[in-house]
Nanobody, 120 residues
């Protein structure tokens, strides 16, 4: 499974960005999610969902601002980020796995990451 993340860039506080993650290769895992890693910090869970069970979870720091969804026909995972804040600045990684989870160790495959910078 190969994951290709895109959509990052420079945004101002309050702006919106839409990240996409395209999966290719063998049938993708049912669970797909987003993590982020800011400079000097550990990788942090953002949001994930399970295609097979309907499970979905969004981390508290971004809840109400970020929405995760999946286009099953195209096998694309989307993270819609609204009302961006400077603390959202990080490299965002998409990942896939077989079981729902919020820890990086729960995921088997990772994309290369896309940089999101929120600054005025």
């Amino acid at each position: 499974v190969q994951l290709q993340a895109s959509g990052g860039g420079l945004a101002q506080p309050g702006d919106s960005l839409r990240l996409s993650c395209a999966a290719s290769g063998p049938p993708s895992n049912p669970v797909m999610g987003w993590f982020r890693q800011a400079p000097g910090k550990e990788r942090e869970f953002v949001a994930a969902l399970s295609q097979s069970s309907g499970w979905q979870y969004v981390a508290r720091p971004v809840r109400g601002r970020f929405t995760i969804s999946r286009d099953n026909a195209k096998d694309i995972l989307v993270l819609q980020m609204n009302d961006l804040k400077p603390e959202d600045t990080a490299i965002y990684y998409c990942a896939s796995g077989t079981k729902p989870g919020t820890l990086p160790t729960a995921y088997d495959y990772w994309g290369q990451g896309t940089l999101v910078t929120v600054s005025s």
